[in-house]
């Protein structure tokens, strides 16, 4: 049911693997005065990935914000009610003269277009690795402020410890997760060429706009099933609200530049186990039914089986992980930027399956591989009737 710290954008989304960043024992930079004040509206904003589900939940943020100078760029069509209040641009960021022409005139950039783990092992790595180089590289050029770079925390792979720190070794998993570590280091290099780039590490994030392996969860619990969990459920699994990482998004983008041209994990404060997260969402259903434990070891062979017969609805980065624990520490980006998260696991997926049931019949029937369709249920649809 997880998958890790997506920066999204339908057809256009990414992720890597490398060495680690510096060493844990991370020191917060001394204040550089006030934060940037948020009057700061000269200049345009640039998010690639614009058509994606985090895209528009931080258009809007960014328009709460007072920020209406906006540019997306996305190889699908931008058709938000928003559309008409947006320069949409339809087009790749592998496409370099077309990325150069959309940083004319840009102030901030912030970089979600990623290839997500169902696409090719050469799409995720043109699009995430190279992708991202084009849009760095393109953002120094143009004399951008500074460019956000959404990355995940897949790039820690399946951890021995947590919490897991910024420091930690970066060992990435699949073609998704090495994708992501290669990324953060293009966006290292062009930081040495003098361009501010904040990395963010975000976990699973959740809330308005996002379907994708949740929307498996949510028509179980809303047609009165319970639901099968890989493992005890026990385990402890951070998630984010969209909300909390727009937040975060925005103090990288407004705060000092010595304070911000770092790394951060951001994540949920707030949570228990799998289990007990999840079971809010079933008892907000309103049936009755239960978050059900199984044997990892079975569960994870049969759906490797499935997987390789195209009938799992899960990707292996999903079923991997799902009986572990996963967690970060958000201590530095709590100290560093004051990073306060609004939104508990239980909040989180709420909020969700509330955004899901409100707007069911303008996605009824739809599937895909991105996280603004339900992705298809495989083998799931028979096992519901079982639960």
């Known amino acids: 049911m997880i998958d890790d710290g997506e920066a999204t954008s339908r057809r256009n989304e990414t992720t890597l693997e490398v060495e680690s960043l510096p060493k844990r024992g991370w020191k917060p930079h001394p204040p550089k005065g006030k934060r940037k004040s948020e009057e700061m509206s000269s200049g345009k904003i640039l998010v690639t ?4 589900f985090l895209a528009i939940n931080l258009i809007r943020y960014l ?3 007072g920020e209406t100078d906006i540019r997306t760029i996305d190889l699908v069509e931008f058709d938000y009610p928003e559309k008409g209040q947006v320069d949409a641009v339809k087009g790749d960021i592998r496409d370099v003269p077309l990325v150069k022409k959309c940083m004319e005139g840009v102030k901030w950039v912030i970089h979600t277009a990623a290839a997500l783990p169902l696409y090719t092992p050469e799409d995720i790595h043109t699009t995430d690795v190279i992708g991202t180089r084009n849009v760095m590289t393109a953002a120094k050029e143009a004399g951008a402020e500074r460019a956000v770079m959404i990355s995940s925390t897949a790039v820690y792979g399946i951890p021995d410890h947590h919490p897991l720190y910024e420091t930690d070794k970066m060992i990435g998993v699949g073609p998704y997760g090495r994708a992501k570590i290669e ?3 293009e966006c290292l290099k062009v930081r040495e060429q003098g361009l501010c780039i904040p990395i963010i590490r975000p976990k699973s994030f959740i809330g308005p706009e996002r379907l994708g392996v949740f929307a498996m969860f949510y028509d179980w619990a809303r047609t009165g099933h319970g639901f099968p969990m890989i493992g005890s459920g026990n385990n402890r699994y951070q998630l984010l609200d969209v909300e909390d990482l727009c937040e975060a998004i925005w103090l990288t983008l407004t705060l000092e530049e010595g304070k911000v041209n770092d790394v951060f994990n951001i994540g949920a404060k707030e949570f228990t186990t799998m289990k007990e997260d999840y079971q809010a969402v ?5 049936f009755g039914k239960k978050i059900h434990g199984f044997p990892a070891a079975p569960m994870i062979w049969t759906l490797r089986f499935l997987e390789k017969l195209h009938l799992s609805p899960l990707y292996q980065w999903i079923y991997e992980t799902a009986c572990e624990d996963s967690f970060v520490s958000i201590e530095k980006a709590e100290k560093v930027l004051g990073f306060a998260p609004k939104h508990s696991n239980k909040d989180a997926l709420l909020r969700n399956y509330q955004w899901y049931l409100d707007h069911l019949e303008s ?6 591989v991105s996280h603004r369709v339900p992705w298809k249920q495989g083998i799931l649809s028979v096992a519901k009737w079982f639960f």
């Open 183 to 185: 990324a953060e280091e």
């Open 49 to 52: 990935g614009g058509s994606g």
């Open 63 to 65: 328009m709460k914000k």
């Open 282 to 286: 079933l008892d907000k259903a309103g």
């Open 363 to 368: 996605f009824q029937g739809k599937t895909g």
